[in-house]
Nanobody, 122 residues
Framework: QVQLVESGGGTVKNGGSLRLTCTAS????????MGWYRQAPGKQRELVAK???????DFGDFALGRFTLSRSNDHHTVYLQMNDLKTEDTAVYYC????????????????WGQGTQVTVSA
């Protein structure tokens, strides 16, 4: 079994910073891609940032220049550094990963974390 363990959400004031961490744990053989999405009340889930196995990163337009994404050497953990947070960044942030587990190795499955709340107050 593979689990995505998220941490780092919370409440900050406008202009503040937060760092989210997501770790793929359990029977992980390899991580093909990993990243973060977010969903605000009444809105669709949208991409925040992701990184693939080759190190290529994609960001939502709103994240450019404010958010950075990095990962651990074993590719099992990603770190989302969010700076200059705005009230419109308030949402539940979900970790997403495409993982090959130890039992199948060749099969890639998609996993989601349980979500972590980020609230930015004025």
């Amino acid at each position: 079994q593979v689990q995505l363990v998220e941490s780092g959400g919370g409440t900050v004031k406008n202009g503040g910073s937060l760092r989210l961490t997501c770790t793929a744990s359990g029977s992980v053989f390899g991580v093909n891609a990993m990243g973060w999405y977010r969903q605000a009340p009444g809105k669709q889930r949208e991409l925040v940032a992701k990184i693939n196995v080759f190190g290529h990163k994609d960001f939502g337009d709103f994240a450019l220049g404010r958010f950075t994404l990095s990962r651990s050497n074993d590719h099992h953990t990603v770190y989302l550094q969010m700076n200059d947070l705005k009230t419109e960044d308030t949402a539940v942030y979900y970790c997403n990963a495409y993982v090959r587990d130890e039992s199948t190795r060749r099969v890639v499955n998609e996993y989601w974390g349980q979500g972590t709340q980020v609230t930015v107050s004025a």
